[in-house]
């Protein structure tokens, strides 16, 4: 995997870091059939040491959306969005994401699809978004921003591009596996 050519997300992020923004972006997604679907946390050093989650990723084929729930809570729409049946929320070992959007929320998240699961129907095995995507795509995806400060005033490029990847290569891998098995 190491030989592999890095993938980059070639479509548009879009920060989403104050309240008067998130009604637009929630009624634009609440319109797709399916989304790829990640959090960020700010890492832990301490034992103990508890952070909410920071960063829910949205995201379509062409655009990302980065909601900061550090700055702007977790507002009605969004937990809306997150519990609403038609839209099908696509994402990667989802117990951890759902243990921390539950400490912002009692709602259910509703419709979503986890790729440990739904992978092993095509005889993939590994279960990793990074093996996944090279197995199907023959690129790799870069982990380097995982342990960055989701938390920051600012998140750099790098983290934007990161966030964004991770959401949209969920979305990617089930888009690309529901039309192979058509």
Not at 15 to 34: F, G, M, P, Q, T
Not at 76 to 82: D, I, N, P, R, Y
Not at 106 to 116: G, R, S
């Amino acid at each position: 995997m190491a030989e592999l050519p890095v993938e980059t997300f070639q479509g548009k992020i879009i920060v989403i870091d104050h309240a008067k923004e998130v009604h637009e972006a929630c009624n634009y997604l609440s319109h797709r059939s399916a989304l790829g679907f990640d959090t960020e946390t700010k890492p832990t050093f301490k034992r103990g040491q508890i952070h909410k989650v920071a960063l829910m990723q949205l995201s379509t084929e062409e655009e990302c959306f980065l909601f900061r729930l550090n700055r702007i809570g977790y507002p009605a729409e969004l937990e809306a969005l997150m519990s609403n049946r038609t839209v099908r929320k696509i994402g990667l070992s989802l117990r951890d994401d759902f243990a921390a959007i539950k400490r912002r929320s009692v709602k259910t998240p509703e419709n979503f699809t986890d790729l440990q699961d739904f992978v092993d129907t095509f005889g993939i095995e590994d279960n990793s978004l990074q093996k996944i995507y090279a197995i199907l795509f023959g690129r790799k995806i870069s982990k380097s921003q995982r342990v960055s400060n989701w938390e920051a005033a600012t998140l750099t490029p790098a983290q934007q591009s990161y966030a964004a990847i991770d959401a949209w290569a969920c979305l990617r891998i089930y888009n690309h596996l529901i039309g192979a098995d058509k």
